[in-house]
């Protein structure tokens, strides 16, 4: 989104535009929810801290898309084999990422890999159900928050 509010007014506005099909009969309501929502927008992207480059997330995107593809196939090989080769379990991991969007970021990442699913919170820990908590899930886990961190941009 656009960095200055008159910028986002003006975006919104134009989405308004479109959505309402350029009809002018509440025009005075389409500027009102539009400057209303780039004000908030803006509010919000403040209060949000770092961000993530978008080359940094590009950088990203091979290796979280290789380990999803290897965790996937890890899954289906525990799931097909006649004994079940599975050993769930919960950790309670701790954390270096600052609460809010980081920390829910990590979490959201490590729910999409194969295996394993961030339930919740606890402090600076994150609850994380695994599919064979023999493994090395601590390793694993503080390799995908190493990644994360190196995408963020202060």
Sequence with gaps: MAK?????????FALWLVLSQGRLDGVVFGAA???GAAWFSAAMSSAIGPRFGLLSLLRLAPGF???SLVGGLDVAWRALQPRMPLNPGWTAYSCRLPGGA???ALGGELS????TLVAGSDGDRLLVHCLDIGGPVEEALRAEEDRLEAAIVP
């Design 33 to 35: 929810a539009a400057a």
């Design 4 to 12: 200055s509010p008159v910028k986002r007014f003006a975006l919104l």
């Design 112 to 115: 999409l890999m194969p295996g």
């Design 102 to 104: 980081m920390r829910v």
């Design 65 to 67: 898309f290789w380990r």
